[in-house]
């Protein structure tokens, strides 16, 4: 009876380890696709950019600057504000209470550190 529970666990083990493995493997070809996508994505701003300086006025060079920052700008701030959902999503599944215990913990410490240390 104990090999099969040995056996059962091994190949349970091989079972999990090939789905990680297999999943890795996504991963870095989702990876790579990121990167040459990027590179892509930088040589054609390069090519835009080089266009736009010799074919442009330097007011439209001026405003797409400006344009392009502010949607810069707009994509972090979205970026940003859906990092604190996905982590208060992740902070309120069940289990999480000693993460948030050990957090406020932490911060008490540091207040009280500091106010050690002011002096």
Do not use: P, R
Not at 10 to 34: G, I, V
Request: net charge positive; charged share 30%.
């Amino acid at each position: 009876m104990a090999k099969k529970t040995v056996k059962a666990k091994a190949k349970n083990w091989d079972s999990l380890w090939s789905e990680y493995s297999n999943l890795l493997k996504k991963w870095a070809q989702n990876f790579d696709t990121l990167k040459k996508t990027s590179g892509e994505i930088q040589s054609k701003y390069n090519e835009v950019m080089l266009k736009a300086a010799s074919e442009s006025s330097e007011k439209t060079i001026k405003e797409f600057h400006q344009n392009w920052q502010k949607a810069m700008n707009d994509a972090a701030l979205e970026a940003f504000k859906q990092f604190d959902k996905n982590w208060e999503n992740v902070t309120n599944q069940a289990g999480m209470d000693q993460l948030k215990a050990y957090g406020e913990l932490m911060n008490s410490f540091a207040k009280t550190w500091q106010k050690m240390w002011q002096k």
